[in-house]
Nanobody, 123 residues
Framework: QVQLVESGGGSVQPGGSLRLSCVVS????????IAWLRQVPGKEREGVSC????????FYNAGVKGRFVISRDVAKNSIDLQMNNLKPEDTAVYYC????????????????WGQGTQVTVPY
């Protein structure tokens, strides 16, 4: 059973940076595509970024493209999300999830979720 644990959230001023980490246990990194998603209370969950099983394919929400970078750290068995030039609208709980489906699908099917980490960018 694959398990995911997120870390790295916090509060940062607009324009600042944070690096989120999703440590994967119970399977090698190349078993599943891994997605980062976020959710604000009262709003639908939103896909942020995704990395393919091979690590060669990366995908980004249009609102974060050019600011966020998803990557693999094989030594840590983690999928990291470097978030730069953060904006108040990036405030949300960020989750990582292991996917049954590839990244390039309109609808994801999920195998497992992490517990989430809060990111706050005040106005």
């Amino acid at each position: 059973q694959v398990q995911l644990v997120e870390s790295g959230g916090g509060s940062v001023q607009p324009g600042g940076s944070l690096r989120l980490s999703c440590v994967v246990s119970g399977s090698p990194l190349d078993t599943y595509a891994i997605a980062w998603l976020r959710q604000v209370p009262g709003k639908e969950r939103e896909g942020v970024s995704c990395i393919s099983r091979s690590g060669m394919g990366t995908f980004y929400n249009a609102g974060v493209k050019g600011r966020f970078v998803i990557s693999r750290d094989v030594a840590k068995n983690s999928i990291d999300l470097q978030m730069n030039n953060l904006k108040p609208e990036d405030t949300a709980v960020y989750y990582c999830a292991a996917l049954k489906t590839p990244c390039d699908r309109d609808v994801y099917e999920y195998i497992s979720w992490g517990q989430g980490t809060q990111v706050t960018v005040p106005y």
